[in-house]
């Protein structure tokens, strides 16, 4: 029998006890969960912090494998990473980890993790250390911070793009493509029928809504979008449906998770609700649209391809654009309203077809400015007069609005009436200067011409300038261009222009909104015009579209009034 003695300091001894004992109760006492594995991934121990962490038992974790302690982890995945760790000997530090535990199986948490590989002095691989703290709330706190930036983004975004224009349809539009896919992947907008028309759009609780799109916006086709009604249809939808319930009330509605019962009481028809349930829709969101205390319409909101549902940070998102977005959808529809109602006045107080008036053939066009644009005072006239002749007028009232349109009313009037009296042009553009000295310091433009038939002339009196001198192609053609240009209201002297007027001469009276524009001088817009006359046969009807096509854009902020007539032979 053989003994083997082995003998140390005492002092060595009770420092290696310490060592042990120091790091056996840091171990155990510390917060951060930490574990040993061995290289076929078994727990080897684990302190109190990641037993309680996993909310399971110290004692059984020793022999087990991650999937059969953590079954609700990505065990593959976590285990992936721990044999990598054991081959390469690279440290995996703060990695994120994110998922459930026994001991807190109805809430997602989240952890840092980090794995080492385990050596002895001599090199050989003993297993891996793991450490996990709990980061939930840090998580949760930079999720809610990222939330926050990207919903103040998102209302950056919608104040810059919502509202650009005075259009109706353009600003549900703007208001559309800012929810998506930002906020939803399919947008609609619409309005209650009886907003847009102006009438009152308080809605009983028995009562369907009238709705007319405005506005919708896929993040990409789908049978979704096919569910929606298209823009400018109008379409009822009853008293249970969903979006009726947001305007009725003017709440929001949510189904954060669409069940198949639900897509009934979302869609318009039974058509439209098989349409959004193969398009998966998953989650609904209708916010009205309110602005004055009045409810515009709402702002629906689908989600298909987005996995998440809506939330409450998606409700007061979707709130804020619609509450901005509604201020300016409303300004849009007084404005149209009020347009629309200064282009009928205009329109009622113009003439419709130019009457028969004896060797003259006669076409003329009112054109209005753009649609974001107010109505303004242009105005044209054709007056039979005795002994065959007929008077031309063209006129233009400055400023825009139902004011202008009054002004150019009450103008035309008067020189209708002046015109049955017989006065020499000069004369007639003295009365209307005095009428326009009355009319609170309007301002007005006019060119008044008498055709006489028999005598092939006309006399023109322009308040503007003279008829401007063409070039000789243009005195060939005898096409006479006067711009009227000056102001009545200054006492100005009037005099009167007679000019030869043959069969198949034109004459041509508009209003500056044809021919201005900031990149062009005068001169060179007047010689366009002329080069766009170059065929004495082309009809007139044709010679006015050409015109206006041409010269007028579509985003002028004038109107046009635009008049011309050519010489016939007498029978």
């Keep these: 029998m053989y003994a083997l003695g082995l003998a140390a300091d005492q002092s060595t001894v009770r420092r290696l006890e310490q060592d042990v004992a120091l790091s056996e109760r840091m171990v155990q006492q510390s917060p951060i969960g930490l574990a040993v594995l061995d290289t076929e991934l078994r727990f080897v121990t684990v302190n109190p912090a990641l037993a309680r962490n996993n909310g399971v038992p110290a004692e059984e974790h020793t022999g087990r494998r991650l999937r059969d302690v953590l079954p609700m982890l990505d065990t593959d995945a976590l285990e992936a990473a721990t044999r990598r760790v054991l081959e390469t000997g690279v440290p995996l530090i703060d990695a994120p980890l994110v998922g459930r535990t026994p001991a807190d199986p109805d809430r997602e948490r989240t952890w840092s993790q980090s794995l080492y590989r385990l050596e002895d002095a001599m090199g050989n691989v003993l297993g891996v250390a793991v450490s996990l703290v709990d980061i939930t709330e840090q998580h949760r706190a930079s999720q809610e911070a990222e939330t926050a930036r990207r919903r103040l983004a998102i209302i950056a975004d919608a104040s810059v793009r919502i509202g650009t224009t005075l259009e109706l349809e353009r600003t549900a539009c703007e208001l559309a493509e800012v929810s998506v896919p930002a906020l939803a992947d399919i947008a609609a907008v619409d309005l209650l029928d009886a907003v847009v028309e102006g009438r009152p759009s308080t809605l009983g609780p028995s009562e369907g809504a009238v709705i007319r799109a405005l506005a919708v916006r896929p993040a990409e086709s789908s049978d979704g979008v096919c569910a929606a009604d298209p823009p400018g249809q109008v379409a009822r939808y009853g008293p249970d449906r969903l979006v009726t319930q947001c305007v009725r009330t003017g709440e929001v509605v949510l189904v954060a998770r669409v069940k198949d019962e639900d897509l009934p009481r979302i869609a318009r028809s039974e058509e439209a609700a098989a349409l959004l349930g193969r398009a998966g829709l998953h989650s609904y969101l209708a916010v009205p649209l309110i602005a004055r205390g009045e409810v515009l319409g709402a702002l629906d909101l689908k989600r298909t391809r987005n996995p998440a549902p809506f939330d409450a940070d998606d409700v ?248 011309i007539a050519r010489a016939q032979e007498l029978p």
């Design 316 to 563: 007061l998102l979707a709130r804020e654009l619609a509450a901005r977005a509604a201020v300016h959808i409303d300004n849009a529809r007084w404005y149209q309203d009020a347009r629309n109602t200064a282009l009928t006045l205009q329109r009622s107080l113009l003439p419709g077809r130019p009457p028969v008036t004896t060797g003259l053939e006669v076409a003329s066009r009112y054109q209005p400015a753009g649609a974001t644009s107010e109505v303004g005072g242009d105005w044209f006239d054709v007056i039979p007069l005795d002994g065959g002749r007929t008077a031309l007028v063209v006129g233009d009232v400055m400023g825009s609005g139902i004011s202008a349109a009054a002004t150019m009313g009450r103008l035309r009037t008067a020189t209708t009436t002046l015109a049955a009296l017989g006065l020499d042009p000069a004369v007639l553009l003295e009365h209307l200067d005095k009428t326009t000295s009355a009319l609170d310091h309007s301002i007005a433009t006019c060119v008044y011409a008498v055709h006489d038939p028999h005598l092939r002339r006309c006399r023109i009196a322009n308040a503007g300038h003279l008829p401007r001198p063409g070039s000789g192609r243009a005195a060939r053609r005898s096409c006479s261009t006067c711009p009227p240009a000056c102001r009545w209201g200054g006492r100005v002297e009037f005099s009167t222009v007679t000019v030869d007027f043959e069969p198949g001469d034109l004459l041509v009276f508009y209003t500056d909104g044809l021919v201005e524009t900031r990149c062009h001088s005068l001169d060179e817009r007047l010689e366009f015009l002329l080069s766009l006359l170059d065929d004495p046969a082309r009809p007139l009807e044709e010679a006015c579209d050409l015109l206006l096509r041409t010269l007028h854009h579509p985003d002028n902020h004038d109107d046009v009034a635009l008049l």
